[in-house]
């Protein structure tokens, strides 16, 4: 009999400091910055965001996530045979963050590693993890998007400050002989890594280039939804489903217009979409899966349903999953 994956928990974790568009203005006025919710709201969607305090890492975010996956999986720690963390905000430069918050949990002797995708980076993960699994080299996987890019972001450029936040989510994933993912498709063009990037490196004790976020956000939108509608069409026609089957599309959270365009290509309503954007801003590879935990925990996605996962981001990077809760 085939072997699948499916998930049957997940977990998320925001920071305790949320700010509004207003909070956030008040704090870029301090240095000369000018940006308006009205500004924010209408180009992006965004209403609030959560930043982390300077001690927070995103193992501590990740792990606060997996732990509550886990246990809606009804799982341990010691059940997990395979940690993957999607992260562009790692604690250190070495070990991954998936081996600090693998001992942070205290499931020692399992495989964990990162993976570096940026906004796609759940989608890398999930893919991997289910790769894996259908392999037989894990039966019980804990895969997490966690960011802290509040550290990347350059509080002078009001163009890219004012669109991200800090945050975590989780899902457990297990080996099932009942289909949960169907399909996914993963794609990346290194031919334009300039539009979305931190150019700084690590070399000889200091920081050299510049480590804050640059990005060409026009370029960015114009690709973005393309990409995202060839990803979701890839493996719906891979799993043999048309568009009109999704009960739920849960789109990388950047922005609502792209949100909407992606929505629009597929002919769905905006209210067959997970947003979390609102509240959450931009939280890279911790995007997805949070706007997932935040939609089967207040109700809306159910059991057995039909659910589109889609990522965009640096590299660039893309792909989707498609699969049935
Ligand atoms: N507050 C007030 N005014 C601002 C702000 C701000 N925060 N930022 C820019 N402006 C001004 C600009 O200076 C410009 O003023 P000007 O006309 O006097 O020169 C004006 O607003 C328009 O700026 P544009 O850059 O043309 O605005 P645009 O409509 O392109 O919106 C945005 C910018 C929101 C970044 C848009 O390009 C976008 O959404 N791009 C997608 C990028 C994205 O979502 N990236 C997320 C990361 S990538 C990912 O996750 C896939």
């Not at 430069?93 to 590693?113: D, E, M, R, W």
């Not at 893919?127 to 895969?143: H, P, R």
């Not at 990803?231 to 043999?240: C, E, T």
């Not at 939280?283 to 965009?312: F, H, Q, W, Y």
């Amino acid at each position: 009999m085939r072997l699948y994956s499916r998930i049957t928990g997940t977990g998320s974790c925001l920071p305790s400091r949320r700010l509004t568009n207003a909070d956030l203005a008040d704090e870029l006025a301090t240095s000369g910055v000018v940006t308006t919710d009205d500004w924010i709201v209408e180009r992006t969607g965004i209403r609030a965001r959560h930043f982390a305090a300077a001690d927070v890492c995103s193992s501590d975010l990740g792990v606060e996530a997996a732990q509550q996956a886990l246990q809606a999986a009804k799982l341990l720690a010691s059940d997990i045979d395979l940690i993957i963390v999607a992260t562009s905000t790692p604690d250190m430069v070495f070990p991954s963050t998936a081996c600090i918050l693998q001992n942070k949990l205290g499931a020692h002797g399992c495989a964990a590693f990162d993976v570096q995708a940026v906004c796609s980076g759940f989608i890398y993960a999930l893919t991997i993890a289910d790769a894996m699994i259908k392999a037989g080299s894990a039966t019980k996987a804990l895969v997490i998007g966690a960011e802290v890019f509040s550290r990347l972001l350059d509080f002078k450029d009001r163009t890219t400050c004012v669109l991200f936040g800090d945050g975590a989510g989780a899902v457990v994933l297990e080996a099932s002989r009942t289909p949960g993912i169907l399909a996914s498709d993963l794609h990346a063009d290194g031919k334009h890594v300039g539009i979305l990037c931190v150019p700084g490196h690590v070399s000889g004790g200091k920081v050299l280039g510049d480590p804050l976020l640059k990005m060409d956000g026009k370029a960015v939108f114009k690709l973005a939804v393309g990409v995202l509608d060839e990803a979701a069409r890839a493996v719906l026609a891979k799993a043999g489903k048309v568009a009109a089957d999704i009960d739920w599309l849960i789109p990388h959270q950047a922005n609502i217009r792209i949100m909407q365009g992606a929505a629009r290509k597929l002919k769905l309503p905006m209210d067959k979409v997970i947003v979390t954007v609102d509240q959450h801003g931009n939280t890279s590879a911790a995007s997805i899966p949070l706007a997932l935990d935040s939609g089967i925990r207040s109700g809306k996605i159910k059991p057995g349903e039909l659910l589109m996962l889609e990522g965009v981001g640096g590299g660039f990077t893309w792909g989707a999953v498609l699969l049935n809760l």
